[in-house]
Nanobody, 119 residues
């Protein structure tokens, strides 16, 4: 049974930081592309960042220079360090595991964690 469990969301003021974690089980973690997606109210789910098994990263333009994705294959965990947060970063953040990068994501999803950026 595959499980992706996100944690680390919460309420933060503009300019603040949060670190999201996604712990995976039931998959050969090191073989998967791990991604973070987000969905704001009334908007489509969008890619935030992903990282391949070899460590190659990809970021949405809106988060470049502010967010960093990383993975620890020994812990089966992917992280998203979010700095200089803006109100427009408010969304539910989802972890995804897939065997390849795709335009339309497939694979496995976590349940999501809420990030709210507000003063």
């Amino acid at each position: 049974q595959v499980q992706l469990v996100e944690s680390g969301g919460g309420l933060v003021q503009p300019g603040g930081s949060l670190r999201l974690s996604c712990a995976a089980s039931g998959i050969i973690f090191s073989a998967y592309v791990m991604g973070w997606y987000r969905q704001a109210p009334g908007k489509q789910r969008e890619l935030v960042a992903d990282i391949t098994s070899g460590g190659s990263t990809n970021y949405a333009d809106s988060v470049k220079g502010r967010f960093t994705i990383s993975r620890d294959n020994a812990k089966n965990t992917v992280y998203l360090q979010m700095n200089s947060l803006k109100p427009e970063d408010t969304a539910v953040y989802y972890c995804n595991a897939d065997l390849m990068r795709r335009v339309i994501p497939k694979g496995y999803w976590g349940q999501g964690t809420q990030v709210t950026v507000s003063s």
